[in-house]
């Protein structure tokens, strides 16, 4: 019942504020969707410790379809994995529907915003607590769904209906993949049951399926389809084009979809299907190849960009880069881990950046701030605390996820360890660098706004910071209290991830050199001292490097021309099809013959049947002896043969 | 079967009899008074034709023919004449309003419409040749004369003449039929023709090349009062031209009277032949529908875009006898009663188009009726919407009924057309509900007085929407009616 609470409470509020948020005004709307959240939040508190290390078991709720052997039921499956995951949503997700209340507060639209939060919750929900694959797939849409209405909840801005439809089409792409996944499961497994499905992976481990006439080892397509989905979904390198475009989207809706919660879904995915991926090595290598190239590929944009939320959202699709590799390398756990810590920090990231921009009048533009942290002393000190756990300052919660990532990845067998290591490493540099970049160019050196900007310049009300400060005691403390996590013996998930015996990585990277220990620290080091340098102290530095290394800047700046890249090679052709079809097919054919043709047919019809009414006696008279020799004829001559 | 009681065994026809002595009695009412005589005639006249359909109904239907085998009761004829004279007295009391304002309001209208209703009830009892003329001409000279009431005014005497005219030859075509078929097969009544054709040696049910013509020519006769194509063209002009009451009652109870008699001479005497004649029907109904359909569209008046629709649904309505079957017969019943509602209706709002004091009649004056005066816009929303064949009207179910015997009979192209011309049919009985609904009001019209008229519409719309909620004593009866019919 609890987690029936737990799960639906968000629901009711969804639906409460979305339907008659007229009747109950803004702040009755506020009032119910906060409440239902905090209900919500305060179960998966219970909800947490209750799962961690107790044995996985069911909530069924209700039969959803039963066909033949194709039986799916609404069920909500509890387990330290799910556990983690409610934990993780509905307190973040109460924390920011509170925060809301203060951002939103000019917005004349309340109700629909919070009514869309809670609903985005509520699938979030449904999505880890899910039994089965169609279940998941019923919350992995459902998610979908409310982030594309959240980007473009400001629909009068055409730019965020673009950033919103870019979002859901991207994700298509991704679901493709997810979907061609579950019909490999129930080709494979007969069923759609994650019971089912894990219980038979090792029976499967030599299966094979054909695909184009080719045999495939079956685990290794399911895996890969599956990590497709979530490539789409956790916007990895190649699907993760909409990302950043989603930061147009109301700045709660970026710190709690695209930072801490939604975007993880993939990372959560590919954990609950660990029993799946332990059989299929070459799908991790694929997980762990594409991750790593992630972290790095999106940390080198985020040394260029300028806008604030932009910076993070990178930020975001690195750090998801580094969950990926650590599931790849074996340590699901770690990669969870790092998800559950990152939810934290990254939320309170954007939540400080949204802050940053209310007080900047809705300015976003970092070289347009600077020297702010006076004015806005508590939002700076979040700030700091958010960066710090970002880049892995010791004990905080980052320090001990990526630590426990990158240890992961030196100590793991897979094909591309060292790989994800090396550019783990580098990544971890350049994260400090562009988070110290963020730090100094918002908050310190010189203000860059203008006059009328900088008079307006205050913190945010208590509703905004108090959320700021639990997620910063979060940011801080969250790796301590998680550390079970990736403990040697796995007894926190108790069977929620399986890991094949086999695989030794979570015992093995508590066994290595120092040297790989103290790496990440250095690379934060590094990258601070650099960014402090940089920005503080020779602030000529930047443009001198930018313009020295002209091409590569260039390149990264332009996001290594990604977008244009899809532009050219799918968009354009894509609406050249559709444009040739539209004018060519169906405006100059199905239209013309169809129903423009028929129309006009029915109209010429129309026309010369009603001439045929002269007024005239004798016509009408003719016409009658015409009709009668008519039927005469047709019977002398055809009628009886 | 006649020879035991030979003589004067009128029961069954009491509801005529009634009829003409009533007809007769109002005659010399109205000529006694002087200023008030259509005022007196008319509610008389009305209530005559009531309580003619009331023996009717309770009259016995299962008697032998009478007069010789001349004229036949039964649950067919009883059906269709109370759908007759309730529609012909409803048409009465539509006129009263009109012809006041018009000051047409002379006894002899209702006694018109008293006497051809009265035509229209033995045709549909009709059982020989005989009679079939007889009641037609009964039913048609009164028709002519209503046409031409408006005398004083050149559309109403043209479209008289017209119908005179045109009508004075289908007339001279049936005959000419009649005596074919006569002349071939020796007999003219309908019993005696049917058990011959049943009767042919081997099985082989051959009609002579002779009486096949004259069957062909009966059938065009028909189609003119049916209003068929090829023998429709009178109808647009005639009903534009007559006075709107007449139309209504023109586009009402003769239609039926009309269809029943065809559906008695082609199933009964003709029967046992209905592969010789299907092809005819098949070919009238597909040209009506077609022709109903088209030439509507791009009528500007509003009573000779009825007139087609009128066309176009006769054709409807032969699909089901061109099925030939008991289900086809039911189908037919079904659709004219419903057909019979939804026409009376919508003349109801025609009569109420008056702008200061002025019938007008053109489709645009409707423009923005909803905003000026939403009831009346419901009900010809209703109206056109049950006419198009929209479910759940009762406009739907009436084709519905037609179509599906026909598919049963094997005719699918024909229920295909069907469908297709009531598309472009929908056309445009759609655009008067976007007329009334979407577009910029007209002035608007006078506030109706007249409570008889709004009781008329009101009724009528709820028996159109109500139809498919309580479709059972129609159903039932037309069953009936329907067995009565096949041998």
Redesign the interface.
């Given at each position: 019942m609890l987690y029936v609470i737990l799960v639906f409470a968000p629901l009711v509020g969804a639906i409460v504020a979305g339907l008659f948020g007229r009747q109950i005004g803004d702040r009755g709307a506020q009032i119910v969707t906060c409440g239902l959240m905090g209900l919500s939040a305060l179960f998966s508190v219970i909800a947490i410790f209750s799962t961690v290390g107790a044995e996985p078991f069911r909530v069924p709720l209700f039969t959803w379809m039963n066909v033949a052997t194709f039986e799916v039921d609404w069920a909500l499956r509890i387990d330290a994995l799910s556990g983690v995951m409610m934990f993780v949503v509905s307190f973040i997700s109460f924390f920011i529907h509170v925060y809301s209340v203060g951002y939103m507060s000019h917005d004349k639209s309340i109700p629909r915003f919070m009514s869309y939060l809670s609903l985005f919750t509520f699938a979030m929900l449904m999505l880890v607590t899910s039994d089965n694959l169609i279940q998941l797939f019923f919350g992995w849409e459902g998610v979908g769904v409310a982030s594309y209405l959240l980007i473009g909840f400001w629909y009068t801005k055409p730019s965020a209906c673009a950033a919103a439809i870019k979002a859901f089409l991207v994700n298509r792409v991704g679901d493709v993949g997810l979907m061609l996944g579950i019909a490999v499961c129930y080709l494979l497994f007969d069923s759609v049951q994650y019971d089912v499905i894990f219980a038979g992976a090792a029976a499967m481990a030599d299966a094979t399926v054909v695909v184009f006439g080719g045999e495939f080892h079956a685990l290794t397509v399911v895996g890969i389809l599956l990590f497709i989905g979530a490539m789409g979904k956790s916007a990895q390198l190649g699907l993760h084009t909409w990302l950043p475009d989603a930061m147009e989207g109301p700045t709660p809706v970026s710190a709690l979809i695209h930072a801490a919660t939604m975007v993880t879904a993939g990372v959560f995915l590919v954990a609950r299907f660990s029993p799946v991926y332990e059989y299929a090595p070459v799908a991790l290598a694929m997980v762990a190849f594409i991750g790593a190239s992630t972290a790095i590929f999106a940390a080198t944009i985020g040394l260029t960009q300028f806008d604030i939320k932009r910076v993070i959202a990178y930020s975001t699709c690195s750090q998801l880069g580094y969950m990926f590799f650590a599931c790849g390398v074996g340590a699901y756990s770690a990669g969870i881990f790092h998800l559950y810590t990152h939810a934290f920090f990254k939320a309170l990231l954007f939540l400080g950046a949204g802050s940053v921009i209310h007080a900047m009048s809705d300015e976003q533009d970092m070289r347009k701030m600077g020297g702010i942290w006076r004015k806005i002393p508590v939002t700076y000190a979040m700030m700091w605390i958010g960066t710090l756990a970002l880049v892995g300052f010791p004990f905080t919660a980052g320090f001990y996820s990526k630590d426990a990532i990158l240890e992961a990845a030196w100590a793991s067998t897979n094909s591309f360890h060292l790989y994800a290591f090396w550019l783990g490493i580098t990544a971890a540099v350049l994260t400090a660098f562009y988070s110290g970049r963020l730090i100094f160019m918002t908050f310190h050196g010189p203000c860059r706004a203008d006059e009328h900007v900088q008079s307006h310049i205050h913190e945010s009300p208590k509703v905004m910071t108090i959320p700021l400060g639990v997620l910063a005691a979060g940011a801080l403390l969250a790796g301590f209290f998680g550390y079970g996590m990736i403990a040697e013996d796995g007894s926190w998930w108790a069977g929620a991830i399986f890991s094949h015996p086999d695989n030794t990585v979570l015992h093995d990277l508590h066994y290595v050199p120092l040297w790989v220990k103290l790496s990440p620290i250095v690379a934060m080091a590094v990258g601070l001292g650099l960014s402090y340098l940089f920005y503080m102290r020779m602030t000529e530095m930047p443009g001198r490097v930018a313009s020295a290394l002209k091409p590569l800047h260039t390149f990264f700046y332009n996001k290594w021309y990604f977008d244009e890249l899809y532009d050219r090679i799918f968009v354009r052709p894509a609406k050249a099809l559709g444009l040739g079809l539209w004018r060519g097919g169906d405006q100059a054919i199905i239209d013309r013959f169809g129903p423009d043709g028929v129309a006009a047919a029915?109209?010429a019809?129309?026309?010369r049947?009603?001439r045929?009414?002269t007024?005239f006696?004798y016509?009408?008279?003719f016409?009658?002896l015409?009709?009668?020799a008519f039927?005469?004829s047709?019977?002398?001559m055809v009628?009886?043969g | 079967m006649t020879e035991a009681l030979p003589a004067f065994d009128i029961v069954p026809a009491l509801p005529e009899v009634f009829l003409l002595l009533a007809g007769m009695a109002l005659l010399v009412v109205g000529a006694m008074r002087d200023k008030d005589a259509s005022r007196v005639v008319t509610p008389l006249a009305a209530l005559a034709l009531l309580v003619a359909a009331l023996f009717v109904i309770g009259a016995d239907k299962t008697a032998d023919p009478i007069f010789s085998g001349h004229f036949v009761f039964d649950s067919f004829a009883a059906f269709l004449k109370v759908v007759i004279l309730a529609g012909s007295a409803v048409s009465i009391v539509l006129a009263q309003g009109y012809l006041e304002d018009q000051e047409l309001d002379r006894f002899e209208f209702p006694l018109l419409i008293l006497f051809s209703s009265l035509g229209m009830c033995m045709m549909v009892s009709a059982n020989s040749f005989l009679a079939l003329y007889m009641a037609l001409e009964l039913q048609s000279l009164p028709l002519y004369v209503l046409a031409a009431f408006n005398r004083d005014q050149l559309r109403s005497t043209e479209a008289g003449l017209k119908y005179f005219v045109l009508g004075a030859l289908a007339s001279g075509m049936l005959l000419y039929g009649c005596s074919l078929v006569y002349g071939f097969t020796g007999t003219i009544l309908f019993d005696d023709l049917g058990a011959m054709l049943l009767g042919t040696e081997n099985g082989t049910l051959e009609l002579g090349i002779g009486a096949l013509v004259g069957l062909v020519f009966i059938a065009a006769g028909l189609a003119f009062k049916l209003s068929a194509v090829p023998f429709h063209m009178w109808a647009p002009d005639v009903y534009e031209g007559a006075p709107t009451p007449v139309t209504a009652f023109f586009a009402a109870a003769p239609k039926v009277a009309a269809v029943g008699l065809t559906l008695r001479v082609l199933m009964q005497p003709f029967g046992p032949v209905a592969g010789e004649w299907q092809q005819i029907i098949v070919f009238i109904a597909i040209a009506s529908m077609l022709l109903g359909a088209f030439a509507a569209i791009r009528q500007t008046n509003i009573k000779r875009l009825l007139a087609y629709s009128g066309i176009g649904h006769i054709g409807f309505a032969l699909v089901g006898l061109a099925a030939g079957t008991e289900r086809g017969i039911y189908g037919v019943l079904i659709y004219m009663t419903i057909y019979l509602v939804m026409t009376l209706g919508t003349f109801t709002v025609v009569l109420m188009m008056r702008r200061q004091g002025r019938y007008i009649e053109t489709i645009d004056d409707l423009a923005g009726l909803s905003s000026t005066r939403p009831l009346m816009a419901a009900a010809m929303a209703i109206f056109m919407f049950s006419l198009a064949g929209i479910p759940p009207l009762a406009g739907f179910f009436g084709k519905l009924y037609v179509f599906m015997a026909a598919v049963e009979a094997g005719l699918t192209p024909l229920a295909v057309l069907g469908v297709l011309a009531s598309v472009v049919g929908a056309y445009y009985y759609l655009r008067i509900v976007k007329l009334m609904y979407f577009d910029e009001p007209a002035e608007a019209f006078d506030r109706q007085g007249r409570l008889e008229l709004q009781a008329i519409c009101a009724v009528s719309a709820v028996l159109v929407l109500g139809f498919i909620l309580i479709p059972g004593p129609l159903l039932a009866t037309a069953q009936a009616a329907a067995a009565a019919l096949m041998p």
């Amino acid at each position: 019942m609890l987690y029936v609470i737990l799960v639906f409470a968000p629901l009711v509020g969804a639906i409460v504020a979305g339907l008659f948020g007229r009747q109950i005004g803004d702040r009755g709307a506020q009032i119910v969707t906060c409440g239902l959240m905090g209900l919500s939040a305060l179960f998966s508190v219970i909800a947490i410790f209750s799962t961690v290390g107790a044995e996985p078991f069911r909530v069924p709720l209700f039969t959803w379809m039963n066909v033949a052997t194709f039986e799916v039921d609404w069920a909500l499956r509890i387990d330290a994995l799910s556990g983690v995951m409610m934990f993780v949503v509905s307190f973040i997700s109460f924390f920011i529907h509170v925060y809301s209340v203060g951002y939103m507060s000019h917005d004349k639209s309340i109700p629909r915003f919070m009514s869309y939060l809670s609903l985005f919750t509520f699938a979030m929900l449904m999505l880890v607590t899910s039994d089965n694959l169609i279940q998941l797939f019923f919350g992995w849409e459902g998610v979908g769904v409310a982030s594309y209405l959240l980007i473009g909840f400001w629909y009068t801005k055409p730019s965020a209906c673009a950033a919103a439809i870019k979002a859901f089409l991207v994700n298509r792409v991704g679901d493709v993949g997810l979907m061609l996944g579950i019909a490999v499961c129930y080709l494979l497994f007969d069923s759609v049951q994650y019971d089912v499905i894990f219980a038979g992976a090792a029976a499967m481990a030599d299966a094979t399926v054909v695909v184009f006439g080719g045999e495939f080892h079956a685990l290794t397509v399911v895996g890969i389809l599956l990590f497709i989905g979530a490539m789409g979904k956790s916007a990895q390198l190649g699907l993760h084009t909409w990302l950043p475009d989603a930061m147009e989207g109301p700045t709660p809706v970026s710190a709690l979809i695209h930072a801490a919660t939604m975007v993880t879904a993939g990372v959560f995915l590919v954990a609950r299907f660990s029993p799946v991926y332990e059989y299929a090595p070459v799908a991790l290598a694929m997980v762990a190849f594409i991750g790593a190239s992630t972290a790095i590929f999106a940390a080198t944009i985020g040394l260029t960009q300028f806008d604030i939320k932009r910076v993070i959202a990178y930020s975001t699709c690195s750090q998801l880069g580094y969950m990926f590799f650590a599931c790849g390398v074996g340590a699901y756990s770690a990669g969870i881990f790092h998800l559950y810590t990152h939810a934290f920090f990254k939320a309170l990231l954007f939540l400080g950046a949204g802050s940053v921009i209310h007080a900047m009048s809705d300015e976003q533009d970092m070289r347009k701030m600077g020297g702010i942290w006076r004015k806005i002393p508590v939002t700076y000190a979040m700030m700091w605390i958010g960066t710090l756990a970002l880049v892995g300052f010791p004990f905080t919660a980052g320090f001990y996820s990526k630590d426990a990532i990158l240890e992961a990845a030196w100590a793991s067998t897979n094909s591309f360890h060292l790989y994800a290591f090396w550019l783990g490493i580098t990544a971890a540099v350049l994260t400090a660098f562009y988070s110290g970049r963020l730090i100094f160019m918002t908050f310190h050196g010189p203000c860059r706004a203008d006059e009328h900007v900088q008079s307006h310049i205050h913190e945010s009300p208590k509703v905004m910071t108090i959320p700021l400060g639990v997620l910063a005691a979060g940011a801080l403390l969250a790796g301590f209290f998680g550390y079970g996590m990736i403990a040697e013996d796995g007894s926190w998930w108790a069977g929620a991830i399986f890991s094949h015996p086999d695989n030794t990585v979570l015992h093995d990277l508590h066994y290595v050199p120092l040297w790989v220990k103290l790496s990440p620290i250095v690379a934060m080091a590094v990258g601070l001292g650099l960014s402090y340098l940089f920005y503080m102290r020779m602030t000529e530095m930047p443009g001198r490097v930018a313009s020295a290394l002209k091409p590569l800047h260039t390149f990264f700046y332009n996001k290594w021309y990604f977008d244009e890249l899809y532009d050219r090679i799918f968009v354009r052709p894509a609406k050249a099809l559709g444009l040739g079809l539209w004018r060519g097919g169906d405006q100059a054919i199905i239209d013309r013959f169809g129903p423009d043709g028929v129309a006009a047919a029915a109209l010429a019809t129309a026309r010369r049947a009603s001439r045929l009414q002269t007024g005239f006696v004798y016509h009408y008279a003719f016409a009658m002896l015409i009709g009668v020799a008519f039927l005469v004829s047709w019977y002398m001559m055809v009628g009886r043969g | 079967m006649t020879e035991a009681l030979p003589a004067f065994d009128i029961v069954p026809a009491l509801p005529e009899v009634f009829l003409l002595l009533a007809g007769m009695a109002l005659l010399v009412v109205g000529a006694m008074r002087d200023k008030d005589a259509s005022r007196v005639v008319t509610p008389l006249a009305a209530l005559a034709l009531l309580v003619a359909a009331l023996f009717v109904i309770g009259a016995d239907k299962t008697a032998d023919p009478i007069f010789s085998g001349h004229f036949v009761f039964d649950s067919f004829a009883a059906f269709l004449k109370v759908v007759i004279l309730a529609g012909s007295a409803v048409s009465i009391v539509l006129a009263q309003g009109y012809l006041e304002d018009q000051e047409l309001d002379r006894f002899e209208f209702p006694l018109l419409i008293l006497f051809s209703s009265l035509g229209m009830c033995m045709m549909v009892s009709a059982n020989s040749f005989l009679a079939l003329y007889m009641a037609l001409e009964l039913q048609s000279l009164p028709l002519y004369v209503l046409a031409a009431f408006n005398r004083d005014q050149l559309r109403s005497t043209e479209a008289g003449l017209k119908y005179f005219v045109l009508g004075a030859l289908a007339s001279g075509m049936l005959l000419y039929g009649c005596s074919l078929v006569y002349g071939f097969t020796g007999t003219i009544l309908f019993d005696d023709l049917g058990a011959m054709l049943l009767g042919t040696e081997n099985g082989t049910l051959e009609l002579g090349i002779g009486a096949l013509v004259g069957l062909v020519f009966i059938a065009a006769g028909l189609a003119f009062k049916l209003s068929a194509v090829p023998f429709h063209m009178w109808a647009p002009d005639v009903y534009e031209g007559a006075p709107t009451p007449v139309t209504a009652f023109f586009a009402a109870a003769p239609k039926v009277a009309a269809v029943g008699l065809t559906l008695r001479v082609l199933m009964q005497p003709f029967g046992p032949v209905a592969g010789e004649w299907q092809q005819i029907i098949v070919f009238i109904a597909i040209a009506s529908m077609l022709l109903g359909a088209f030439a509507a569209i791009r009528q500007t008046n509003i009573k000779r875009l009825l007139a087609y629709s009128g066309i176009g649904h006769i054709g409807f309505a032969l699909v089901g006898l061109a099925a030939g079957t008991e289900r086809g017969i039911y189908g037919v019943l079904i659709y004219m009663t419903i057909y019979l509602v939804m026409t009376l209706g919508t003349f109801t709002v025609v009569l109420m188009m008056r702008r200061q004091g002025r019938y007008i009649e053109t489709i645009d004056d409707l423009a923005g009726l909803s905003s000026t005066r939403p009831l009346m816009a419901a009900a010809m929303a209703i109206f056109m919407f049950s006419l198009a064949g929209i479910p759940p009207l009762a406009g739907f179910f009436g084709k519905l009924y037609v179509f599906m015997a026909a598919v049963e009979a094997g005719l699918t192209p024909l229920a295909v057309l069907g469908v297709l011309a009531s598309v472009v049919g929908a056309y445009y009985y759609l655009r008067i509900v976007k007329l009334m609904y979407f577009d910029e009001p007209a002035e608007a019209f006078d506030r109706q007085g007249r409570l008889e008229l709004q009781a008329i519409c009101a009724v009528s719309a709820v028996l159109v929407l109500g139809f498919i909620l309580i479709p059972g004593p129609l159903l039932a009866t037309a069953q009936a009616a329907a067995a009565a019919l096949m041998p």
